[in-house]
């Protein structure tokens, strides 16, 4: 965004993008000390039964706990992660992260013993040859069935021609474990390529679910999709619920599954514990 000055064609850097330039370099510093200094955080969100609202499973999101700004979102490093090359070594940490808490919670609380894990991967890492060998020794090393740990991925991953893509998928399909395809809706992904996909199941983007009871449109689309989900034998979730009228209006449609703040926010693990020992209770 740098200003040309007048139409000469030469272009200045003012105060303001100069102090821009040296914060963002800071942050790339910072980023790749993090993992020594070990700041990255999990944090867990409840996925839902959107009828009776059980508890079925928790999508891991990371976080970067920085020495002076505070927590932050994905939103705010994942671009540096992904220029840097070093969303690689953090998707992988998350992954063992999250394997691990899903084993502990599974062993702690009988009640919740079928509860799954729903992990985001880049698309980087589906092409990595690495990442079914490294998934099969996760679910060995915890002894967790493969079909409580899904993976996310987003619909550019398999683009058509994503010939490496689809083979680690069809690979880690084979070992059992779930494929969600994320943030569905808003993507790439052709109808063609769900004749043959190795997917288990579907998050519907929170675009459609936000103005889902003031928008016709939008409400179609999600009757839609969620047709479109039944025919194929796919899981439906929806992400972004913050309101009960959303959640009765896609209780109403058919919506399996859910998520959002209206049940609750990404947790730290010791909350989600909490959230856990407190439902045992109720169902133990
Ligand atoms: P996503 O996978 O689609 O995750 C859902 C995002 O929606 C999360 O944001 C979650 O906190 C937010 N969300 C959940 N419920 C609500 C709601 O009711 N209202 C609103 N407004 N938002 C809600 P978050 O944690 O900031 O993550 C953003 C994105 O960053 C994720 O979108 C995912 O694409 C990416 N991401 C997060 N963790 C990882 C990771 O470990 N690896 C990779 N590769 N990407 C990640
Ligand atoms: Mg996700
Ligand atoms: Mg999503
Ligand atoms: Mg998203």
Redo the contacts with the bound molecule.
């Keep these: 965004r740098a200003k040309s000055a007048g139409n000469s064609g030469f272009v200045v850097f003012d105060e303001g993008m100069h102090q821009e330039a040296l914060s963002r370099l800071q942050l790339e510093t910072d980023f790749r000390l993090a993992f020594e200094r070990a700041e990255f955080r999990?944090?867990y969100?409840p996925i839902v039964e959107l009828h009776g609202g059980r508890l079925v499973g928790a999508?891991?999101?990371?976080?970067w706990q920085h020495p002076r700004r505070g927590l932050l979102?994905?939103?705010e490093f994942?671009p540096l992660a992904e220029e840097t090359g070093l969303?690689m070594d953090?998707?992988a940490w998350?992954l063992r992260q999250a394997c691990a808490q899903l084993a502990r919670w599974r062993a702690a609380h009988p009640a919740l013993a079928d509860l799954s894990m729903n992990?985001?991967?880049?698309e980087r890492?589906m092409v990595s040859p690495d990442i079914v060998d490294e998934v099969l020794s996760l679910l060995r090393k915890h002894q967790l069935p493969p079909a409580c740990l899904r993976l996310?991925v987003?619909e550019t991953a398999f683009r058509g021609g994503r010939g490496q893509a689809e083979q680690r998928l069809l690979a880690l399909k084979a070992l059992g474990v779930g494929l969600v395809v994320?943030?569905f809706g808003t993507g790439y992904s052709s109808l063609e390529s769900f004749a043959s996909s190795p997917f288990d199941a579907l998050?519907m983007?929170?675009v459609f679910i936000r103005d889902i009871q003031s928008n016709p449109r939008h409400r179609a689309i999600v009757r839609t999709i969620n047709s479109f989900a039944t025919e194929l034998g796919l899981a439906l979730t929806a992400?972004?619920?913050?309101t009960t009228g959303q959640r009765d209006a896609l209780r109403d449609i058919g919506c399996q599954f859910g998520?959002?703040?209206?049940f609750a926010?990404?947790l730290p693990p010791e909350q989600f514990e909490q959230m856990l020992s407190g439902i045992e209770g109720i169902v133990g």
């Design positions: 999990v944090h969100q999508e891991a999101l990371v976080r979102a994905p939103a994942l969303i953090l998707d998350v992990v985001n991967v880049d890492q996310e987003t994320d943030d998050k983007d929170q992400e972004g619920i913050e998520q959002g703040f209206l926010r990404a």
